[in-house]
């Protein structure tokens, strides 16, 4: 490792760049100095606008001038300036103009670098391999830049390029980034500066395996591979003999931009179906297959003209394990229903807390700094507000980012940007609680459905009005269909498994007032003998049909009331 150089480092290793700059200070300084330089004058603009009055008169030469900073300071920094391109909540409109171009109108490299880096990494001429290909590239990145082409067999591809000489300008903004986060560490709040480097090796990690293009490709293949069922959402294919770790071939898309709304609707389609697949197809990747895109810009995202959502650009992904999938919907459900102190628990099960943490005195301060981010109503939720809230807790309780959750953060509220950048007004709620509501009530499996029950049940006590705004959030996504929910949860009621929930659910019948005295009588008495599930079933579920009239709300306390009176008269 001691004849380390930058351009060779397959994989991100903090320790083997850090011994190589250390050595080359001279190299790390020049760097830091540009770039503080550049900020520094940056502001000093900013500042002068201020004192000249003349914010309004420059704000447009202010916006291209830091689009052009970001760019001259390379992929690191470009790779900032397009999270920022997706918060119109953050970026004022004239910045946010500006930094938008960052996503694929960056300046390009040579064509003829870009050609001989092909006919290199694929050992042949191009003229072997394509039968047209773009003079000029269609798309510049902050990592590469994408040529329009057609195979000699006939397929439109898309050639993406990698630009020369990246692997050293990463290793030296890395670790840079990794001597300012050691350096800030003791400034910050509480645990916050423990966790700073993870979090730059975890960006690290993922950055140099976003320029391994095969990588990349097998990325890809695994994520079409768990939306293959989903109509929704398009993946291209990856075209192997032309790809190498520095050109990728893949299928071409045609489609529009997340945020060309005004050609979004010129083709007939509606932005809100596109949000609608966008947070929903983000949040399956989150807590269903755990592989997600920690880098869902605008640029990377598109609208189809049949309605579909393409992704591109599989270059920064990341795996969940299924604790971590299952505690993530926990804690939202928690969240949105207001246990907290469930939810400091499930802050220590994700890692934001120790376990030898006392979560008493964080409890209150959960409740006052995020009930004040939620609202009174569920639908003023979003993970904006969410995690500008928490940042706040980081000053007085010892929270950490797990250097994992940074990408998901990110990935989040780099989704609900999106959303608001296609309508101001959104709410990821009005979506993603639906989705999580459905999943909880079909209970494909025995975890979602332990959760389903530590939803309902509060303290011993089944809780109805949170089953019914369950069901009537899940209601509100028009894939969800209530009658075969419904009869999956009286089938599991009825099962060895459900025999907890038949005595709790007993119970919480007995206190409905909706329930005569002389059949509250019978229902304790059944509660201690052997039910037989059939017959109760067959009862159950022939009053199903009156859900569309009635509601799951109203039926299910009559359904199971007669169903017990039901067994009760035949036993007797």
Not at 215 to 231: I, L, M, S
Not at 481 to 503: H, I, K
Not at 531 to 541: E, K
Not at 558 to 567: I, N, R, S, V
Request: glycine share 6%; with cysteine; aromatic share 10%.
């Amino acid at each position: 490792m001691g004849q380390y150089q930058p351009g060779q480092l397959k994989r991100y290793n903090p320790d083997a760049i850090a011994r190589y700059y250390r050595f080359r200070p001279w190299l790390a300084w020049g760097r830091l100095f540009k770039i503080t330089w550049s900020f520094a004058t940056f502001i000093l603009g900013l500042k002068w606008d201020e004192w000249q009055n003349q914010v309004e008169q420059n704000k447009g030469k202010r916006a291209t001038q830091l689009r052009e900073l970001l760019t001259r300071l390379g992929p690191t920094f470009i790779k900032v300036g397009q999270a920022l391109s997706t918060r119109p909540d953050l970026i004022r409109k004239d910045f946010l103009e500006e930094l938008i171009k960052l996503q694929d109108q960056l300046p390009a490299f040579d064509n003829a670098i870009a050609y001989h880096i092909i006919e290199s990494e694929l050992d042949r001429p191009i003229s072997d391999i394509y039968s047209e290909l773009s003079p000029t590239p269609v798309a510049a990145a902050s990592l590469g830049q994408v040529y329009r082409g057609r195979l000699l067999s006939g397929e439109e591809v898309a050639v993406k390029v990698q630009r020369p000489h990246l692997r050293p300008t990463l290793t030296l903004d890395l670790y840079l980034m990794r001597w300012a986060a050691s350096w800030l560490a003791p400034w910050l709040p509480l645990n916050l500066g423990h966790d700073l480097t993870l979090i730059v090796d975890e960006f690290g990690t993922k950055l140099f395996e976003e320029i391994d293009y095969l990588n990349e490709g097998r990325n890809a293949e695994k994520f079409a591979h768990n939306f293959r069922n989903d109509p929704q959402v398009k993946v291209p294919c990856i075209y192997w003999r032309f790809t190498s770790s520095r050109v990728l071939t893949l299928e071409w898309i045609n489609g529009f931009k997340l945020t060309d709304t005004t050609s979004i609707r010129q083709a007939g389609l509606d932005p809100e179906d596109i949000i609608r697949i966008g947070v929903t197809s983000g949040l399956q990747q989150l807590l269903e297959y755990g592989f997600f895109h920690a880098d869902p810009h605008p640029g990377n995202l598109f609208a189809m003209p049949d309605g579909r959502m393409a992704y591109i650009d599989f270059g920064m992904m990341d795996q969940l394990e299924e604790s971590s999938k299952e505690n993530l919907v926990d804690a939202l459900v928690h969240l949105v229903n207001k246990d907290y102190s469930d939810l400091a628990l499930d802050f220590v099960n994700l890692g934001f807390l120790t376990a030898d943490t006392n979560i008493a005195p964080i409890i209150p301060a959960l409740e006052t700094v995020l009930g004040n981010a939620i609202g009174k109503n569920v639908s003023d939720f979003n993970f904006k507000t969410i995690t500008d809230q928490f940042s706040e807790l980081m000053y007085e309780y010892p929270f950490r980012v797990p250097a994992k959750f940074a990408l998901i953060i990110r990935s989040l509220v780099t989704q609900e940007g999106i959303a608001l950048s296609l309508n101001r007004n959104f709410k990821i709620v009005d979506v993603g609680y639906p989705y999580v509501a459905r999943r909880l009530l079909t209970g494909e499996s025995p975890e979602l459905r332990r959760r389903l029950l530590n939803v309902l049940f509060k303290d011993g006590r089944f809780q109805w009005q949170r089953l019914e705004n369950l069901i009537a959030i899940a209601r509100s996504d028009n894939n969800f269909d209530v009658l075969p929910t419904a009869r999956m949860g009286l089938q599991f009621l009825l099962s060895d498994e459900g025999q907890f929930l038949r005595r709790q659910l007993v119970l919480a019948l007995t206190e409905d007032d909706r329930l005569h005295t002389e059949e509250v009588q019978r229902l304790w008495s059944l509660v201690k003998d052997d039910l037989q599930p059939n017959r109760i079933l067959n009862v159950a579920i022939g009053l199903l049909t009156d859900l569309s009239r009635e509601g799951v709300a109203a039926i299910l306390p009559k359904a199971t009331t007669f169903a017990f009176l039901d067994e009760s008269q035949s036993k007797n």
